[in-house]
């Protein structure tokens, strides 16, 4: 059975890696996916991949610190598809390395604007549609705002991603009268081009084994390997779905087992 038949589900940030396996995973489980990204060549390739026929997406190029481009990727969903069911928020601004000692604040701020704001942006865009039928906020957190990585210093997009699970509390409690859920999927390494990219990067740089750059990370996980954008994406549909329609302000950690809590 289809988790997300006949639904419409706003996904943000759509191209290689995450975004894509979302947007595949929504409609391989019968959603209609509408995909927004800042960048046309990416949105229109997912889209070509996953619904070739284009009945079941539709896209549109979207800045989410632009709040007219975040109100216009949720007019045309509901002009397209005549409802939103669900939005995943997938876009974020991960590529500031670094932490307090040589923080550009100004690069912070960007951060923020993405990460949180452009979130709270699009899900404020999409709430018209939402409180008609209820339906589920999906955010994508990280397993950093909990516990800093020793190999990768983040401090901005953890700061930030940590500000969006507490946003998540306040927005679970004041949406959930019109049943609207909310919650964040939290990845922690996770293979996918990003995590792929360091693995290639650290090992060139220490002269070994990109298996052996590998290994030091699984070591550390319960189950004997990474889990992959598609893992994240299939809890995030989960999230999206009525399957879930009593869990809402909870962040599901999907890391195979590195951090439990």
């Known amino acids: 059975m289809m988790l997300l038949r006949g639904r419409t589900?706003?996904?943000s940030g759509v191209g290689a890696g995450l975004g894509q396996q979302v947007a595949a995973a929504c409609v391989r489980e019968g959603a209609n996916a509408v995909l927004g990204a800042r960048t046309e060549a990416n949105l229109a390739k997912t889209a070509a991949e996953i619904d070739p026929a284009g009945e079941r997406t539709a896209w549109r190029a979207t800045d989410i610190t632009d709040e007219s481009q975040c109100v216009s990727l949720a007019a045309l969903a509901a002009e397209r598809f005549g409802r939103i069911d669900a939005v995943v928020h997938v876009?974020?601004?991960d590529s500031h390395f670094g932490g307090l000692a040589d923080a550009d604040f100004e690069a912070w701020q960007r951060v923020l604007d993405v990460n949180l704001l452009g979130t709270l942006r699009m899900t404020r865009a999409c709430l018209p549609a939402l409180k008609e039928r209820g339906g589920s906020v999906v955010m994508i957190g990280t397993q950093s705002s909990i516990a800093a990585p020793s190999q990768v210093r983040q401090a901005a997009y953890?700061?930030?991603?940590?500000a969006?699970?507490?946003a998540m509390y306040s927005l679970a409690r004041e949406l959930g009268p019109d049943r609207i859920r909310v919650n964040t999927v939290q990845?922690?390494?996770m293979w996918?081009?990003?995590v792929q990219a360091y693995v290639r990067?650290?090992?060139q740089g220490e002269g070994v084994f990109e298996d052996e750059v590998l290994g030091r990370l699984t070591d550390r996980m319960a189950l004997p390997e990474l889990a992959t954008d598609g893992d994240v994406a299939d809890a995030a549909v989960f999230l999206a779905s009525d399957r879930a329609r009593?869990?809402?302000g909870q962040s599901l950690l999907v890391n195979a087992g590195e951090l439990m809590r």
């Open 9 to 11: 589900v706003v996904v």
């Open 91 to 93: 876009a974020a601004l």
């Open 158 to 162: 953890a700061a930030s991603k940590g």
């Open 164 to 166: 969006l699970v507490s």
């Open 187 to 189: 990845p922690g390494w």
């Open 192 to 194: 996918g081009p990003p």
């Open 201 to 203: 990067f650290a090992a």
């Open 246 to 248: 009593a869990i809402t």
